[in-house]
């Protein structure tokens, strides 16, 4: 609800600089002030029908109408060049005070449409595409920004509640849409050209952190999509906006105790529930039956989820977790995968490790090929990727982790206390945005060493359904709130990213709301 009232809000706001433009119109500068009766006024003025005014008392819907109501004021005010509409589509706040109170050479010319007729003013072919795309470009980047945005799956974190190549509709609305804080990029693109033709952003402006009120806060078991925190030491050239889009679900808040205990997951020292299709790693045995990439997929199961969710082989054969390859680009299971698991074949011909769903495992246990399921050990291997300074002050495993408190905003703790700087210091370094080093074990704020200190927001815990083969906060820490882009609601297409055509296209998972599939 409030999220619908800054949106009027700020409607009513971006009348204020037309003040001027009304006087010279003829209407009293007042109506710009007056709810409804500025809308009305500006109809007058422009040659629109009155009703139309009505449009902008509906939030969201009037940043649409706005677009047209905009270029037809320039027209109104004799400004028909392509590059007057585009300052005053993008600057109209700078733009229409200074036709209203500076310019003096600006004058009403009468309504848009039919001072266009009387001077048989007709818009070239070429300009009519212009105006449409500028239009087109515009709105599709405000809906984008504040209301809702198209999402690719690139991973298999979330198997098999959300699959690779599910794409999602995430609404801006729910948390509350971030205003724009990199404004100058490409539209449409995210960080990185098409083609990899460089950057898709320029940091010329850069604006500080700010959320319009939303209808909900993120709340435990809700599946997020936010801005990767690992990309802040990773990547720290990137804005905050334009760090990778991931998405996870929300198994802690902030307040909460998380701890991982044998594999199972504690909340407040309460026993979380495994969801529907939530997966862990398994060992499994069979009678002396060779294994083959054709008997793991007859048993429903996918060979690449035996991998971390990407893996990155360097030159001398090494594998390591990660979602990218040296250069940052996006890697999937490929021929070098199918060759280590063909290897891996080679060597346990009867044993493999696989993921499952509970109804999986129940399904496998009954099968008479199958002479025992065990739960995996856990992965050695990915120990020196636990969270930041915790992997080297604590025994903690992927497994066997915490307990963990989660940061909350205002609440303040002790950090010449070990425990807390160990826990928290890197999550005050990276996200706090307060000027913090850590040196010689002491926190120092401004270059001044603290003994306490206040966290400036709240903070969560994410982790893939498919746990095993999840890069989550068990590897990166917490994830801040300024991070939170929004809330997928469903999957509009799902389609087999290793498979072409339109045999690969999961058709029952279209239209899907991702709260069904994710129970």
């Not at 007057?84 to 005070?97: D, E």
């Not at 977790?321 to 074949?345: C, K, T, W």
């Not at 994830?479 to 939170?484: A, L, N, R």
Request: aromatic share 14%; hydrophobic share 40%.
């Amino acid at each position: 609800m409030l999220s619908l009232v800054y949106a009027y809000l700020l409607h009513y706001l971006l009348h204020i600089p037309c003040v001027g433009l009304y006087k010279k119109a003829g209407k009293n500068p007042l109506h710009a002030f007056i709810p409804l009766i500025q809308d009305m006024s500006l109809m007058e003025i422009i040659g629109r029908p009155k009703k139309q005014a009505y449009w902008g008392l509906v939030p969201y819907v009037n940043f649409l109408f706005g677009l047209t109501w905009t270029t037809d004021i320039c027209n109104s005010f004799g400004k028909r060049s392509l590059w007057q509409h585009i300052v005053a589509i993008f600057a109209g706040f700078l733009y229409f005070p200074f036709l209203g109170l500076i310019d003096k050479n600006t004058h009403y010319e009468g309504p848009s449409h039919l001072n266009d007729r009387e001077k048989n003013i007709k818009r070239s072919f070429a300009r009519e595409w212009a105006d449409a795309i500028i239009f087109a470009i515009v709105a599709a980047t405000i809906i984008r920004s504040f209301v809702i945005e198209a999402y690719k799956i690139p991973t298999t974190s979330m198997e098999g509640s959300l699959l690779a190549g599910d794409f999602l509709f995430v609404s801006k609305l729910n948390y509350g849409a971030r205003t724009p804080m990199t404004p100058v990029a490409f539209p449409f693109a995210h960080h990185t050209m098409p083609l990899g033709l460089g950057n898709a952003y320029s940091k010329v402006v850069q604006l500080a952190y700010h959320r319009l009120p939303g209808f909900e806060k993120v709340s435990r078991n809700d599946v997020v999509v936010f801005n990767y925190p690992g990309d802040a030491y990773q990547y720290p050239e990137r804005p905050l906006d334009k760090r990778e889009n991931y998405v996870k679900r929300c198994v802690a808040i902030a307040g909460d105790t998380l701890q991982v205990k044998n594999r199972e997951l504690y909340v407040n020292s309460v026993r979380v529930p495994h969801y529907k299709n939530m997966q862990l790693e398994y060992l499994v045995k069979t009678n002396g039956t060779p294994l083959t990439l054709e008997y793991i997929q007859s048993l429903g199961l996918n060979w690449y989820n035996d991998f971390p969710e990407v893996v990155y082989v360097d030159a001398n054969g090494n594998g390591y977790p990660g979602y990218s390859d040296e250069m940052g680009s996006p890697v999937a299971p490929s021929d070098i995968l199918l060759s280590q698991f063909n290897d891996f074949l080679a060597v346990n011909k009867d044993s493999l490790m696989v993921l499952l769903t509970e109804t999986q495992l129940a399904a496998l246990k009954k099968n008479p090929q199958i002479k025992s399921v065990e739960p995996a050990p856990a992965p050695s291997v990915q120990g020196a990727w636990i969270y930041s300074l915790i992997a080297q002050y604590y025994n903690w495993t992927l497994d066997d982790f915490g307990p963990l408190v989660i940061p909350a905003k205002g609440w303040t703790i002790d950090v010449t206390n070990k425990d807390n700087l160990y826990r928290y210091a890197q999550t005050i370094v990276l996200y706090e945005h307060a000027n913090a080093t850590i040196i010689d074990d002491k926190l120092l704020i401004n270059g001044q060493p603290v003994t306490q200190y206040t966290f400036k927001q709240d903070y969560y815990w994410m982790m893939g359904d498919n746990r095993h083969n999840s890069l989550d906060s068990r590897y990166w820490g917490f994830v801040p709130e300024d991070h939170i882009v929004g809330k997928p609601l469903f999957v509009w297409l799902s389609k087999d990213s290793f498979n072409p055509g339109l045999s690969s296209i999961h058709w029952n998972r279209m239209f899907r709301s991702v709260k069904s599939l994710c129970e």
